[in-house]
């Protein structure tokens, strides 16, 4: 008797039963002869299928005899969703499944844009408009070796016009909402575009810190995540199991936000006491109060897995060799504090020295927005990347010069007063070619 061909949708379907059920030779059968679903979304709900049941065997046909890939989204919600006896082969196994990225292809790149040998030709306009697609495309083709921008050819970049492309890249992801931070620069998860961000970041991070391998003046990000989330990631890699991840999230959560600490409290100890003095505070029930606590750290607890899941083995011993704080500066740079900015900038050449102590003084009398401002328009970049030094030299004319590229300010020869150079110091910060230079 000859049989009835079956189409991919059927064959989908029935393979999600089989998973729900854990019949892993049903599995064999549908998907023997030839047989095969191609639709990534039918093989995520698979996957994720097997998981929740806990059939490490299906898992393991599937990654290995049907070679299917994961992504680096997929592959956190397996690991924070495993359950069962199996929870533990199946974390590893997911670890191990090669990885094919999805991208957010909800943006699409200009026709201005196009990219030979290594060199991104576009405007920062552009990378304002389409933050996401720029991401992806660093993604799929690698970190830029240079940036040419198409509407200002005379901007030469020996590294300079590279570290203000990230800095525009990371702020318009921010403005426009590509990333899901709250305003505690901690990330939660709502929907599952949220984990493929997350995870796409890490890898970005993972390539700029190859990046910066080859480099003595290191790009940084800025401020893009607080050191506490770097925690939560740190938290869930030395975790050993789902609930001492959600004790350490509950723990670091309630340092940032002191009104988190009674669910805190009720997920160190669930006891009745705990419950009934969050219950009366919420005016719910104890049972309510219990799954308030459960739920919580949940959201948390997925964005750190797949940005955990994004970075490669280099970033982890990074994380896990030099701790949050060290990790979160080496890649987004150190807050420019007055302290912080007097100590790199250094003279050389011959400078006025009465010039430079007018320098010190605009400094130790400004604002965080001033010196932010001082340090994008002078290296590039929105924090100070560690070890960096800013140069002050001598000007050869009678202006204010800048060069982003060697991170130097040439002060004025001129003859000037200490008000008209303080005046002119804020007319070459606010020159808006000094942002394409």
């Known amino acids: ?60 046909f599937l990654f290995q005899s049907c070679e299917w890939t ?18 533990g082969r199946i974390r590893d196994m997911i670890r191990m499944a090669r990885v094919e990225e999805l991208s957010l292809a909800t943006e699409v790149l200009p026709g201005t844009f196009s990219s030979r040998n290594g060199t991104f030709y576009c405007t920062f306009d552009d990378v304002r408009a389409n933050p996401l697609a720029y991401l992806n495309t660093i993604l799929e083709q690698g970190f830029p070796e240079r940036i040419y921008l198409i509407d200002s050819p005379r901007a030469v970049d020996l590294g300079g016009v590279t570290k203000q492309f990230i800095t525009t890249l990371m702020e318009s992801l921010v403005s426009k909402r590509a990333i899901p931070l709250g305003d505690t620069k901690v990330p939660t998860i709502s929907v599952e575009d949220d984990k493929i961000i997350l995870a796409n970041l890490g890898r970005f991070y993972s390539l700029l810190a190859e990046k910066n391998q080859e480099r003595t003046d290191r790009f940084v990000t800025g401020s893009l995540f607080s050191p506490k989330f770097f925690e939560m990631v740190l938290a869930l890699h030395e975790a050993a199991d789902d609930d001492a991840k959600e004790r350490s999230i509950a723990e670091i959560l309630a340092s940032i936000d002191p009104t988190f600490k009674p669910l805190r409290d009720i997920i160190l100890d669930p006891s009745e ?20 606590a459960k739920g919580y750290p949940a959201t948390y607890v997925e964005a750190a897995e797949a940005f955990l899941c994004g970075i490669n083995t280099q ?23 007055k302290e912080a900015l007097l100590g790199a900038i250094q003279t050389e050449g011959d400078v006025d020295p009465i010039k430079f102590d007018w320098l010190k003084e605009a400094i130790n009398s400004s ?55 303080l005046a002119a110091l804020d007319a070459a910060l606010s020159d808006q070619r000094y942002n394409t230079a």
């Open 70 to 87: 994961v992504d680096s989204a997929l592959r956190a919600s397996v690991i924070s969703r495993a359950s069962g006896p199996e929870a």
């Open 273 to 292: 006491e705990h419950q009934s003095a969050y219950a009366a505070a919420m005016g719910c029930t104890n049972e309510e109060a219990l799954e308030d």
């Open 367 to 421: 604002d965080d927005e001033w010196r932010v401002k001082f340090v994008r328009v002078i290296t590039g970049n929105a924090l100070l990347s560690p070890g960096l030094k800013i140069k002050v030299r001598p000007s050869s004319e009678n202006l204010f010069e800048i060069h982003t590229c060697y991170n130097s300010l040439h002060l004025p020869i001129i003859t000037m007063s200490k008000e008209e150079f």
């Open 1 to 60: 008797m000859q049989s009835r061909a079956i189409s991919e949708n059927d064959l989908g379907t029935a393979v999600i039963n089989a998973a729900n059920k854990g019949y892993l030779d049903v599995i064999r059968y549908l998907l023997s002869n030839g047989r095969t679903i191609s639709n990534r979304e039918r093989r995520r709900e698979i996957i994720l299928e097997a998981s929740r049941g806990g059939y490490a065997d299906i898992l393991e």
């Open 315 to 337: 970033l982890r011993e990074l994380l896990i060799s030099n701790g949050t704080e060290v990790f979160s500066t080496t890649l987004q740079g150190l807050p420019v504090s």
